[in-house]
């Protein structure tokens, strides 16, 4: 495999491996984080004082909540203030916030430790999409961009694998704070290592005179966190309470005005014209409806199991919306698959047929999605939109999970059992899901690729834009092609 010269930036070989290293610990870390407390968390729930099952969820929609909301700001704050200062600043929050978490096991009290872990998940939203924009920044189109952003894309598998290894170690072993107080650790270690690994030509603001819609975005996270709070929090307290229903219509309310807002604004951190592109509306509905799903079949296969026991080479071959109706096929399947398993059955059968299947649902789906982002947006809008389907799946995980946990709870209530409490959320699974793969078939096909002609004026047009704004980089599946570089080297990057 022949790579491109490498950038001038760094001193050496060493220099540029120890730099993709710590970028690449910014989607390991994010995705460690989850793992390290989802696995333990029947082990962790009793230790902060969650007796309540339906509280459970909480501890990780809380997490994904806030990594969703906040990324379609920092990667903005990077281009006005420097993505490397930004990286350093994401790091010290996911330090600082991974500490106070471990601290809940002192002050146990499970609203503490969801504020905490919602906390931390700034750390993330800070660090993924300027670890992004500064590979973006550093490599040019090539081979060996390719490479770097393929390791990137792969941490993220392997940080889940490795923060629920280790955390279940401690929790079973030791005790469940150390996982958290070792990443506390690890992360300020990278902060100080990327002051001094990340070169200075790196260092300077993008747009440093760059203006912000601060009202839209104080009054749209505002209302994206109610929203998403009253759905998790409904089957908790219990959706009889009129105070949960005033909450739901004040958050639509606030989400409303901030359309307003940014219509009136100049510079909206959302354009809206990008909801008038074709087939980006059914992508985002799609990814919600099938992300939603999954986020149910993650976390109720890990409670099933503890309570009772190349992709690249279809993109060639098939459009991009039928490799995405096929990701929502596969999101439907899974959640079929434990929703229909026997409690005494062998994890041989359905449960692990499962875990074969979830990875073609999760590594198909965002790569379609981006596909047809890719294809439709202009190019001065692909950045925004690209950080709008990231965004969706961090939303619909825990939107999800509060709509299952609603039904949840109404079963206990009628004296049903934990498992078919479970069940009663799988089949949800199942619903959300397949609603996915109508929406696939129906909303999100597109006409043929534009010409080259009119591919390369837009770049011409806009290529002032595409070059400074590298926190809006996604990779563009069409010019890897024209290089030739499909069949070496597939990308299946989820950032």
Not at 98 to 126: E, H, W
Not at 316 to 336: E, K
Request: hydrophobic fraction near 50%.
């Amino acid at each position: 495999m022949h790579f491109d010269e490498r950038p001038s930036c760094f001193h050496n070989f060493a220099h540029e491996i120890l730099y993709v290293s710590v970028i690449s610990c910014a989607q390991l870390l994010t995705q460690a984080a989850l793992g390290n407390v989802l696995v333990p968390l029947h082990i962790i729930g009793p230790s902060i004082g969650i007796e309540d099952p339906a509280k459970l969820p909480w501890t990780l929609a809380a997490y994904s909540l806030t990594v969703g909301i906040f990324i379609l700001v920092t990667g903005r704050l990077g281009d006005i203030f420097g993505h490397r200062l930004l990286l350093i600043i994401g790091f010290m929050i996911f330090s600082i916030f991974s500490l106070l978490v471990g601290m809940s096991v002192y002050v146990k009290n499970d609203i503490y430790f969801d504020v905490m872990r919602a906390c931390q998940g700034i750390g993330p939203a800070t660090l993924l999409p300027n670890a992004i924009a500064l590979l973006a920044r550093t490599y040019p189109t090539g081979m060996r961009k390719s490479f770097v952003f393929s390791m990137f894309g792969a941490t993220a598998p392997t940080g889940f694998i490795l923060g629920a290894l280790f955390g279940s170690i401690f929790a079973q072993l030791s005790w469940w704070p150390w996982a958290q107080w070792i990443l506390a650790i690890f992360c300020t270690f990278l902060a100080i290592l990327a002051y001094f690994i990340i070169p200075q030509e790196l260092s300077s603001a993008v747009h440093p005179t760059g203006k912000t819609d601060i009202l839209g975005t104080i009054i749209g996270l505002s209302g994206l966190v109610l929203f998403i709070y009253c759905w998790n929090e409904g089957p908790v307290i219990g959706w009889d309470k009129p105070y949960v229903y005033i909450l739901l219509i004040v958050s639509i309310l606030i989400i409303c005005l901030f359309i307003i807002v940014e219509m009136k604004t100049i510079e909206p951190i959302m354009p809206l014209s990008i909801w008038s592109v074709k087939g980006f509306p059914g992508v985002l509905t799609s990814m919600a409806l099938g992300w939603s799903s999954f986020g149910i079949f993650v976390y109720y296969i890990v409670q099933f199991l503890q309570q009772t026991i190349s992709v690249s080479q279809l993109y060639d071959r098939l459009p991009a919306h039928f490799l995405l109706m096929g990701a929502m096929i596969f999101f439907c399947l899974i959640n079929t698959l434990i929703a229909t398993a026997s409690a005494d059955q062998t994890y041989w059968a359905q449960i692990f047929i499962s875990t074969l299947i979830a990875p073609f649902a999760m590594d198909v789906s965002f790569p379609s999605a981006s596909l047809i982002v890719s294809n439709t947006m202009p190019i001065n809008q692909q950045g925004v939109a690209a950080s709008m389907v990231n965004t969706v799946i961090n939303w619909s995980i825990s939107l999800g999970l509060g709509i299952a946990g609603t039904v949840e709870s109404q079963l206990l209530k009628q004296g049903k059992t934990v498992l078919e409490g479970y069940r009663g959320r799988l089949y949800v699974g199942i619903g959300l899901s397949g609603a996915g793969v109508i929406v696939a078939l129906l909303f999100c096909r597109v006409s043929s690729l534009p010409s080259t002609s009119t591919k390369q004026k837009e770049r011409s047009d806009f290529g002032v834009i595409s070059a400074t704004a590298a926190s809006d980089t996604i990779i563009n599946t069409n010019m890897i092609q024209s290089e030739g570089l499909e069949g070496k080297f597939p990308i299946i990057c989820r950032f």
